[in-house]
């Protein structure tokens, strides 16, 4: 599986990065959700900026069902708006905030977003429906670490995890004072915790 993404994204930069393409599928929207469940938090977000820069026309905040490099080239547009597309981007944006983990049935949460929208006052969700009631929370930089809050109703067998970028991926961090061997699991909502280096 991962071979199959790290191709699509080899693929997307080569286009990306250069004019010798004609036209695409924004279909491909799913893959940012993708991305980010994969904890490939940066290529979430790069490609869902090249989604943005290719809404038609721009003002209209929407993708048509096909997108050509050259703007007013004549050619086959497909439906515009296009449903399909509209409900891969509004799948992959919902991802980016929280996502169920099926074998573990754990609520992850922040995995797709920007590390800078953790900055100042941070990021915040609330009434998020997900298969186990509703999911809020807000995460903020606090010093060198975070503060997480978590609230609403949703009780999940695996707790909430929350994927946070970390200069190093391989960090030690504690919450609280409690040193933390892998991921960072809160068990239930109405709790508010920092995590830190430690």
């Known amino acids: 599986m991962h071979a199959t993404f790290e191709r699509y994204w080899q693929n997307f930069v080569t286009r990306r990065d250069s004019t010798s393409w004609n ?55 497909g439906d515009i708006p296009h449903g399909w597309v509209a409900s891969d981007y509004l799948r992959s944006a919902l991802d980016m905030f929280a996502y169920e983990r099926e074998p573990d049935h754990a609520i992850v949460i922040g995995a797709g977003l920007p590390a800078s929208w953790f900055d100042g006052q941070g990021v915040a969700i609330s009434d998020l429906n997900t298969p186990f009631g509703k999911v809020g929370y807000s995460i903020r930089r606090a010093g060198n670490g975070y503060r997480i809050r978590i609230n609403g109703n949703a009780r999940s067998p695996g707790g ?9 991926a391989q960090q030690r961090v504690c919450i609280g004072s409690r040193p933390v061997e892998g991921e960072i699991v809160i068990q239930r909502p109405g709790q508010t915790v920092t995590v830190r280096p430690c």
């Open 23 to 77: 036209d695409y599928t924004p279909y491909e929207l799913r893959v940012v959700g993708t991305f980010a469940r994969l904890g490939w938090r940066d290529r979430a977000n790069e490609a869902l900026a090249f989604f943005f820069d290719d809404r038609r026309p721009a003002a209209w905040n929407h993708w048509a069902e096909v997108v050509g490099r050259e703007e007013r080239a004549p050619r086959f547009i």
């Open 160 to 168: 909430y995890v929350a994927q946070l970028p970390w200069p190093n």
